[in-house]
């Protein structure tokens, strides 16, 4: 089995959430079950100059977009054994960021022609090409325009529906190339608009979403982001398979990034956090519950429900340190809780790897009450660092976290299931109760750490996928 993934992010070169992680580890977990996987991406400016000395040039090509004649080298990286193909053009791509240019319509439409004009030479044998939310999202169409003679399979996975690539009608002659046959309802128009993910709906062979949970919600109108008819009509190819974890990567008995490595003891725990509460300033004591997040700042987290109860909860004998990016209006109200509430509570407003691991690894609870959650990958780190979950029931949340049940003993964490502030602090409060009980709390933390939401169960539902779609003709 041969396949390549077109993706707009791969850890460890880039990765601004769940979508980097999934690209980094994904392709690992299927070449351990014998699948031959190449990865292409755009070679980005803020890529780490260890890697770009690495990458060998393989060749060049001229990408057509409609009028224009684009550059376009290639370059390649093995890491860990798997090629990685990097897609250079200094005009598009060697920017600062990532996203949120004035020309993504173009940059990303490049992408996705490159892409496919080098897959000749970087994975000529290929039989399926999985593509990945709407940066590479025309893939399918334009393997159906302009390549009529190839014939890999192709997968498209929703990491999340919100964001789709939507742009005026211009794009679709000026950038893309593709004539009026494809401007209707039931291909890339949109409410009078060229919406980059319904092609990728439309024209992939298989859809696929990241968790079960999800893959039902985004039938209907709350999930669906205006898509949900889209997707009830095309239900018969849409599966969730739930993301893994890379946890050879995250593994508290030997990441380097945290203070003191365990297995899954709260006296280890404890220490954690203790050398967490010097580094971010607050009252260093082991009894003192501390409840992390390591976030999006966006509406899609829950954050609102948190700003809500944050008095009530900040009256309590607890800590609460946030570290993520995102809207500023989040970023203004936690800035103005840090005065608030001193010593109890700390935003640290930027992006940060080695933070965000000694978070998992110091917090007793990790809040996620997100409003929808497609998979997310926070909860099965805090599941593995022992950081009890406190989650909303809703998309993977729901697929990954049980509630702790008292009489049974079963559970890994605690849920609520309306999106309701209050349910949140009940919860919260529920867990903080038996967080009093050590003997309890250390077996939690045992269950917890005990979850098995490796890749290879993932990978494996994936596998079965290509296999089904190769058997079909086209
Ligand atoms: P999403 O992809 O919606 O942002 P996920 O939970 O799927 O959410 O994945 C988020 C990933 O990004 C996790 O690995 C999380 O630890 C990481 N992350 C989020 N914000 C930060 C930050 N500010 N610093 C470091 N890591 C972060």
């Not at 299931?417 to 309890?440: P, S």
């Amino acid at each position: 089995m041969k396949v390549l993934f077109v993706t707009s992010e791969a850890a460890p070169f880039v990765k601004t959430g769940g979508l980097g992680e999934v690209a980094g580890s994904l392709p690992q977990a299927l070449k351990k079950l014998g699948v031959e996987v190449s990865v292409v991406l755009p070679k980005y400016g803020p890529i780490s100059d260890d890697y770009r000395k690495r990458m060998v040039h393989v060749t060049s090509l001229t990408v057509s977009l409609a009028w224009r004649r684009q550059y376009c080298g290639i370059e390649r990286l093995d890491y860990q054994g798997l090629p990685f193909y990097f897609l250079d053009n200094e005009y598009y791509f060697k920017r600062p960021g990532f996203y949120g240019y004035f020309d993504d319509a173009e940059r990303f439409a490049f992408f996705s022609r490159a892409a496919l004009e080098g897959l000749k030479i970087i994975a000529p044998a290929a039989q399926i090409v999985h593509v990945h939310d709407w940066q590479s999202a025309l893939v399918p169409v334009f393997l159906r325009a302009f390549h009529p003679q190839c014939n890999a399979k192709t997968v498209l996975t929703i990491h999340n529906l919100k964001f789709q690539g939507v742009f005026t009608h211009w794009v679709l002659h000026n950038i893309l190339g593709l004539g009026d046959e494809y401007y209707t309802a039931d291909k890339l128009e949109y409410y009078g608009k060229v919406n980059y993910l319904k092609a990728g709906i439309v024209f992939s062979d298989l859809l696929t979403t990241v968790s079960k949970s999800y893959a039902e919600e985004i039938k209907y109108p709350f999930f669906g982001e205006g898509l949900d008819a889209l997707i009830r009509s095309q239900e018969k190819k849409l599966h969730g398979i739930l993301n893994g974890l890379d946890y050879n990567d995250y593994n508290p008995q030997t990441d380097q990034r945290i203070y003191v490595n365990y297995k899954n003891s709260l006296a280890q725990k404890q220490k954690n956090k203790l050398k967490l509460q010097e580094e971010l300033g607050l009252p260093t004591k082991k009894e003192i519950p501390l409840l992390g997040m390591v976030t999006r700042l966006t509406a899609q987290k829950g954050l609102d429900l948190l700003i809500h109860i944050l008095g009530e909860l900040m009256e309590q004998n607890l800590q609460l340190v946030i570290l993520g990016t995102g809207e500023q209006k989040y970023e203004q109200i936690f800035k103005e809780a840090v005065s608030a509430y001193p010593g109890k509570f700390r935003i640290l407003l930027k992006f940060d790897e080695v933070l965000a691991r000694r978070i998992y690894a110091g917090a007793d609870l990790f809040l996620m009450p997100s409003l929808y959650e497609p998979c997310g990958l926070s909860q099965l780190i805090a599941l593995r660092y022992g950081a009890l979950p406190v989650v909303r029931e809703t998309g993977g949340l729901k697929d990954t976290v049980f509630p702790y049940n008292e009489k049974t003993g079963e559970g890994n964490g605690f849920s609520f299931t309306n999106y309701n502030a209050h349910d949140f602090l009940f919860t919260i409060n529920r867990a903080l109760r038996y967080y009093q009980d050590k003997k309890l709390w250390s077996e939690l933390i045992k269950k917890a750490t005990a979850a098995d939401y490796g890749w290879e169960k993932s990978a494996r539902a994936y596998l079965h996928l290509y296999r089904g779609l190769c058997k079909k003709g086209r």
